[in-house]
């Protein structure tokens, strides 16, 4: 499918053309997936159609400096052109953080303009924010400011009950920067956006749960199984369908309600032309599970 047609992912990579090959571990069914550039700060595996992608600054908990940032837009850009990648979950190396906001010490000596051109280069929160296959956030640990930015970016957010949220940038005499205001807000609702921004407020787990932040929890050593779980049981479906339903929710939020209708209606059209939908129609009428091809 052109990326021409998808108002939130066509614009950033369309055209691209990187080359890079897959090939299969001999333990755990687990395989490395060989980008086309090499990355020093994420990690990226495989489990057949999943594909993992983890921050890897573990004693600094993960946070983004300039060069994590960027190695995780390039990711994200290679694994959308693979079409054997039908979903991403995305996580922190340790057992501590998923990630500790942006890295701060980059904060000390950076000037107004160059904290501005940092910010106008393409972000890793909106090479996630337009990424057309299902982003999973698997979030193990402290889930902070950027952190916290990157995992409401995602699509799905599945906590470890070890894990804690915020946007403690208040703290810093600062103010949530990667989106934070504008998606912890859809997400929770004004009251409870604006009382962890303008606190700073640390919450645990089960308090993110309550208030919508995320979508499960669960014990820290069922955090994969429930995650893995979760994006296979949507590697599953066809991705034709999953990109498209991914762009009508997202239009949720960007428009008034007449002209979210009216995308639906042309989307769910924009599904008929597909094979995937003649092969979940006759599965069904067949009583059969649906192969899906993406085409
Ligand atoms: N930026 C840069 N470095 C960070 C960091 C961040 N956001 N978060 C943690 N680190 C570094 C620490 O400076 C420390 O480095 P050092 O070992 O070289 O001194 C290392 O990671 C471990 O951090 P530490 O504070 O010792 O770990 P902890 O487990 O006791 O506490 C946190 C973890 C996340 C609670 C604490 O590090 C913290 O509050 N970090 C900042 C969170 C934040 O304000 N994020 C928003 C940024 S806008």
Redesign the pocket.
Known sequence: MPSSICVICGLSSFGLCLLFVVYFSKFHNWSRVKLSQSYETILVERRERVAIVTINRP???N???IQTRAEGAAILDELREDDSVRVVVLTGAGD??FI????????ATRTAIAQREVMLERSLFNAIDGFPKPIVAMVNG?C????CEVALACDIRIASEKASF????I??G?I?GGGGTQRLTRLVGEGKAMEMILT?E?IDAQTAFTIGLVNHVVAADQLETKTMEIANRIADKSPIALRLAKEAVKIASRSNLDEGLKREVDLFALCFSSEDKDEGVKAFLEKRKAEFKGK
Do not use: M, V
């Open positions: 004693d600094k908990r946070a983004l400096n501590k953080a500790a906001g942006a890295d701060i010490a980059e904060f402290y902070l400011g950027g952190g915020g946007q403690p940038e703290n810093l600062i949530p700073g640390i």
